[in-house]
């Protein structure tokens, strides 16, 4: 059982917005604003698209941004593409462990 | 350019001791506020964060793995070392290594992983 909540699996549509939801408590998401988003290929290692709730790193496009409200952090993609059909993970600091931990992972289905 | 490499044993037994050596380029594993951590992967799981060593030595494990797991750094040969002892099959995932900010505790670089196999 992961720390942080996350849908399963979301999909959409080329060109529509899209949000994903990760939800923990106040050790972790709520407490902190270190919360980061990841992005994953399958077969590939995760990729750094959002860190510190919503800064990008450089080379990210700005159709990704990220965001926090209380226990909750969101990612949003805008303007959807086939390319963007992968797994999402969150993760946030949390005093619980002095560590990191992730989310469950989102899959997203670009229709 | 910041690049990380996993390496170790593809195939191991169970009750035996994994040792994992993430082999960095492009930064230094003295200089302040980095980190490099230990993430792993079960076919077709989540990630799962399990260790973390900073540059002045501050070491953090994950709590379910802790007794199991020993995170070392060798700052002039650019490794850090997993260690992992008693492995069980459910321990069979891609390990990966990464590189990290005690600003932000965000990975920025991450390595390919490798594929660890804990079978008889």
Not at chain 1, 49 to 62: A, D, K, Q
Not at chain 2, 16 to 31: A, E, N, P, R
Request: net charge positive; hydrophobic share 30%; glycine share 10%.
């Amino acid at each position: 059982q992961s720390a942080l909540t996350q849908p399963a699996s979301v999909s959409g549509s080329p060109g529509q917005s899209i949000t994903f939801s990760c939800t923990g408590t106040s050790s972790d998401v709520g407490g902190y604003n270190y919360v980061s988003w990841y992005q994953q290929h399958p077969g590939k290692a995760p990729k750094l698209m959002i860190y510190e709730v919503n800064n990008r790193p450089s080379g990210v496009s700005n159709r990704f941004s990220g965001s926090k409200s209380g226990n909750t952090a969101s990612l949003t993609i805008s303007g959807l593409q086939s390319e963007d059909e992968a797994d999402y993970y969150c993760s946030s600091y949390t005093s619980t462990s002095t560590l990191g931990v992730f989310g469950g992972g989102t899959r997203l289905t670009v229709l | 350019q910041i690049t990380l490499k996993e390496s170790g044993p593809t195939l191991v037994q169970p009750t035996q001791t994994l040792t994992l050596t993430c082999t960095i380029s492009g930064f230094s594993l003295s200089k302040s506020g980095v980190s490099v951590g230990w993430i792993r992967q079960p076919p077709g799981k989540a990630l799962e964060w399990l260790a973390l060593i900073f540059w002045d030595n501050d070491k953090r494990y994950s709590p379910s793995l802790k007794n199991r797991l020993t995170i070392t750094k060798d700052t002039p040969k650019n490794q850090v070392v997993l260690t992992m002892t008693n492995v069980d099959p459910v321990d069979t995932a891609t390990y990966y290594c990464a590189h990290g900010s005690k600003v932000n505790w965000a990975l920025f670089y991450w390595g390919p992983g490798i594929l660890v196999t804990v079978s008889s």
